[in-house]
């Protein structure tokens, strides 16, 4: 039975007054030692984002529960910690061994709640550690059918939420989605009692909306949130939502809103160890490398480490840079690394083979790698991955008269799915090839449009190759701003070396720029391009 004062602080927990909780719950520790008020401070410490009293608090309750006996308890807050000791950075192995703690405590008692808990919580892992959505999503089933059984409502509404993420992350994306807005619907209803279930379950809906690129969807499920975050002071799902929310107005091509969301979530989050930090950091480099910043894009992207999306973003970069080996090794060893169930992330990532490949020279492997992806968007059937398949068709076509073609199919798809920045790029690569065939009317109908798009990244070798091609050239034409910087100096006659110390950049940077100017201008010496530095008045 429960003292007053754990009633009064469990209450508090529920209706999200961390403060309150968190001296209700120190309180009852100091003067009972009860294993449930250690298990209510995690609680309280999770929604603040402090792991190392979240986890040491976990610890205090599997001990307090082991001590008084309680398996099924002990059990709960085991398998908790399988999930929570990756969140917050221990590791994949401490946290299956706390998953195999919770499953020894629970042999023989299939039929209780706690045991569909710990199928939860093996779901979670298995999604989002191990990028294995069949074991996922048969994790997520088991964990329904617990709570059917045993009339856990909860259970139910969550396990069907994982589901529907395993289903859309293998493909199944119209069932998944259907799945996603039922479970979401019922916990932001007040159908699910524990805050943070219902928090996690918004964000499995807005995560699955990314991966299946449905923006429009995610939006709105992003402002409901908004709108739980602030009713509630759920800082930590606030934070997460925001990223989420960056990547929704990124692929809209709100880029000044994008930046202020990402640059907020990482100040709310620089002391944090939750994986989410990384994922903004991500989305930053990606916004950077669309800016023409490549320096900067390049450091965060560093700093993103393996994420799928960082990996994309670096090899898009080495394609600016020339560097068409090493985006495909890149990205070839990232495909390898995959699933081959996880099949929207191949898809994203198939798009970049077909990229690299094609700069690269391996036209063989490029079209069997759009192969695959025509398959997966048949079958799959989001506008936004059939954008990305006619995309790659385009960048094989043997001919302008096919790449125009499959361009039209792309700037259509694109536009379906909401995705402004991808459909300004695609209606630029029309463009070009409408100017190849000598279409002036259509090149600035298409540029121009792609401009429109493009204005709220404000700048951009994305914004300058549409000017180009509008005959908007001011005196810098296509290149960006450090570009005109490093060309001035180039045309002074100063070496690579006096250009890094006068810009206060490496010498290894001055190389890249080089290329890149070299490459932008077509010209293949730096006498060329001085030339073109004096005839527009650059030196």
């Not at 898009?316 to 099949?343: I, K, N, Y």
Request: glycine share 8%; charged share 20%.
């Amino acid at each position: 039975m429960m003292s007053p004062e754990l009633v009064t602080a469990e209450a508090a927990l529920r209706a999200g007054r961390w403060d309150e909780a968190a001296a209700g719950f120190a309180d009852v520790i100091a003067h009972t030692d009860d294993p449930r008020a250690h298990d209510g401070l995690a609680q309280v410490a999770w929604w603040l984002d402090d792991a190392g009293t979240a986890l040491a608090a976990r610890e205090a309750a599997y001990r307090g529960f082991r001590g008084t006996g309680d398996h099924r308890a002990a059990a709960l807050v085991a398998a908790t910690l399988g999930y929570d000791s990756i969140l917050f950075g221990l590791g994949i192995p401490v946290g299956r061994g706390w998953l195999a703690r919770a499953a020894d405590l629970l042999t023989g008692q299939d039929g209780v709640p706690e045991s569909g808990w710990l199928e939860i919580r093996r779901a979670e892992v298995a999604l989002a550690a191990e990028h294995a959505p069949r074991a996922g999503l048969e994790h997520a089933r088991a964990a329904e059918s617990v709570g059917r059984a045993t009339g856990d409502g909860d259970l139910v509404v969550v396990g069907q939420a994982l589901a529907g993420l395993a289903m859309v992350r293998l493909g199944d994306v119209a069932l998944g989605m259907a799945l996603l807005d039922g479970s979401a619907g019922a916990a932001t209803a007040g159908d699910v009692e524990d805050l943070m279930w219902m928090g996690k379950v918004c964000c499995w809906v807005i995560n699955a909306c990314q991966d299946a690129h449905d923006f429009s969807r995610a939006a709105l499920w992003c402002a409901r949130v908004d709108e739980i975050c602030s009713r509630h002071d759920l800082a930590p799902l606030f934070s997460v939502c925001r990223i989420q929310y960056a990547s929704v107005q990124m692929a809209q091509g709100e880029c000044v809103a994008a930046e202020a969301t990402l640059t907020g979530a990482l100040h709310r989050l620089q002391h944090s160890k939750r994986g989410a930090r990384l994922e903004a950091v991500a989305h930053l480099g990606e916004l950077r490398r669309r800016q023409g910043r490549h320096d900067e894009a390049e450091a965060l992207l560093v700093q993103a480490g393996y994420q799928t999306s960082a990996v994309i973003s670096r090899c898009h970069l080495h394609l600016t840079e020339g560097d068409a080996e090493r985006a495909w090794s890149s990205v070839t060893e990232l495909l390898r690394s995959l699933p081959a169930d996880q099949q929207l992330e191949r898809a994203e990532v198939l798009a970049m083979v077909v990229e690299a490949g094609a700069a690269a020279g391996r036209s063989d492997d490029a079209r069997a790698a759009a192969a695959q992806l025509r398959a997966m968007a048949d079958l799959i059937g989001t506008d936004a991955l059939l954008a990305e398949s006619a995309a790659a068709q385009a960048r094989l076509a043997l001919n302008e008269a096919i790449a125009i073609s499959s361009w039209q199919d792309a700037v259509r798809h694109a536009a379906a799915a909401g995705l402004g920045f991808d459909e300004a790029e695609f209606r630029l690569k029309y463009a070009a090839c409408l100017q190849a065939l000598g279409d002036s009317k259509g090149v600035l109908d298409q540029a121009g449009r792609a401009l429109d798009l493009l204005k709220p990244l404000g700048v951009g070798p994305s914004i300058d190759r549409a000017r180009a091609l509008l005959g908007h050239d001011d005196a810098s034409g296509p290149l960006s701003a450090r570009q005109v910087d490093v060309l001035r100096l180039l045309a002074r006659g100063l070496t690579n070396t006096d250009i890094a110390a006068q810009l206060l950049i490496s010498e290894h940077t001055v190389h890249r720029h080089v290329a890149n100017i070299y490459r932008i201008l077509d010209v293949s010496s730096r006498a060329a391009a001085a030339t073109y530095a004096a005839s527009r008045g650059l030196t």
